[in-house]
């Protein structure tokens, strides 16, 4: 079964600090893995997208890094801002006739001055 | 502002009532589709479309319909409302389904079945 799946569910940081998401996926045929920041009663925004062959992409403060191996990607947030408060959705693309997209649940994280 | 338009943003309605959600993208995005977002799960496909005149079926397409007349509109209509149907609907958009183009999601309709 495609699946993928974030930790943590929700965390708590202060403003300034740094923190690293997680997102684990067993998703096949893969084609692609990207992070998505949702901001409360808005759509998801595209941050990132990595296919198979880049282990890390920047977007500003965010870099995602991809393991295709151990099918791990990882967001790391540098020097958080309280508009950094916001769930963060990582998405598998199967590699498929239609390119269906596998969403994980989110980690709800609130950025504290 | 290019991008995605959904209305309305939020909706009542009594089991059995029919309604349209609309959804209108001004990018010449060929790829559209709706989503629904239920809590402790992750967004989930109803329909799509590859381009005007063409539709399917996603993951979880009973109770709801679509056509696409024209690349721009989009609208998911509700045949006969159930309170199963209550979640939050995004409609999304991208130049193709394809590898990688990045996708353009609505600000979503919160719809509630009583």
């Known amino acids: 079964?495609?699946?993928?799946?974030?930790?943590?569910?929700?965390?708590?940081?202060?403003?300034?600090?740094?923190?690293?998401?997680?997102?684990?996926?067993?998703?096949?045929?893969f084609s692609n893995l990207r992070w998505y920041k949702q901001d409360t009663g808005r759509g998801p925004v595209s941050l990132t997208i990595m296919t198979f062959s880049e282990n890390t992409k920047s977007n500003g403060r965010y870099t995602a890094t991809l393991d295709a191996d151990t099918k791990q990607s990882s967001l790391h947030i540098t020097a958080s801002q309280l508009s950094d408060s916001a769930s963060y959705i990582c998405v598998v693309m199967l590699n498929t006739g239609f390119q269906k997209?596998?969403?994980?649940?989110?980690?709800r994280l609130l950025v504290s001055p | 502002n290019a991008g995605v338009t959904q209305t309305p943003k939020f909706q009542v309605l009594k089991t059995g009532q029919s309604m349209t959600l609309q959804c209108a993208q001004d990018m010449n995005h060929e790829y559209m589709s709706w989503y629904r977002q239920d809590p402790g799960m992750g967004l989930r496909l109803i329909h799509y479309s590859v381009g005007a005149g063409i539709t399917d079926q996603g993951e979880v397409p009973n109770g709801y319909n679509v056509s696409r007349s024209t690349t721009e509109?989009?609208?998911?209509?509700?045949?006969?409302?159930?309170?199963?149907?209550?979640?939050?609907?995004?409609?999304?958009?991208?130049?193709?389904?394809?590898?990688?183009?990045?996708?353009?999601?609505?600000?979503?309709?919160?719809?509630?079945?009583?």
């Open chain 1, 1 to 29: 079964k495609n699946q993928v799946e974030q930790s943590p569910q929700s965390l708590i940081i202060l403003e300034g600090k740094n923190c690293t998401l997680q997102c684990n996926y067993t998703v096949s045929p």
């Open chain 1, 101 to 107: 997209l596998v969403f994980g649940t989110g980690t």
């Open chain 2, 73 to 114: 509109d989009f609208p998911l209509r509700l045949l006969s409302a159930a309170p199963s149907q209550t979640s939050v609907y995004f409609c999304a958009s991208s130049v193709s389904g394809t590898e990688y183009y990045g996708y353009t999601f609505g600000s979503g309709t919160r719809l509630t079945v009583v």
